[in-house]
């Protein structure tokens, strides 16, 4: 069945993400890329990735990621272990100028690899822009929510 309610959803997701492929730098890259449904844009962005089961966090299901692309509808990403939930919520947060708050965004994982040396890549497919439904029940987030602001400059 058609839902119109989906491409809201869908919508919300590709304003935000169009917002941080604007605000950010590209990696140099490899060039277009003719195999892809879609365009990606390598941008590498310290995002939370969360395990997401039933509406909610699952407790200790959290690791800081670094993404190595994005397109209209996913999210690529590079862990340091594997990372087996299959719904997910991803968190960025960007500079205040941007917004006060971090983003969060629902989504499914798609794809697992090892690529060697302890490093995995993740394929997140998002499905939500959930900010709103994300502001009050996450105050456990909040510690790690912060260091994605913090600075990477030698104290």
């Known amino acids: 069945m058609f839902s119109f309610d989906g491409d809201k959803k869908l919508h919300g997701v590709q304003s935000r993400i169009r917002r941080i492929l604007d605000l950010t730098v590209p990696n140099y890259g490899d060039g277009p890329q003719v195999d892809r449904t879609e365009d990606r844009y390598n941008r590498t962005l310290p995002a939370l990735l969360c395990d997401w089961e039933q509406s909610r966090l699952v407790p200790g299901g959290s690791l800081f990621v670094a993404t190595r692309d994005i ?20 968190a960025f947060w960007l500079d205040d100028e941007v917004s006060p708050d971090p983003w969060f965004f629902l989504g499914q994982s798609e794809s697992l690899r090892k690529i060697g040396g302890g490093f995995w890549t993740l394929g997140i497919r998002l499905t939500e822009f959930a900010s709103s439904k994300c502001r009050g029940p996450f105050a456990e987030l909040a510690p790690l929510l912060k260091q994605l602001r913090e600075s990477s400059a030698p104290a």
């Open 71 to 90: 397109s209209g509808q996913g999210v690529g990403v590079l862990l340091q272990q594997p990372f087996r939930a299959q719904r997910v919520l991803l």
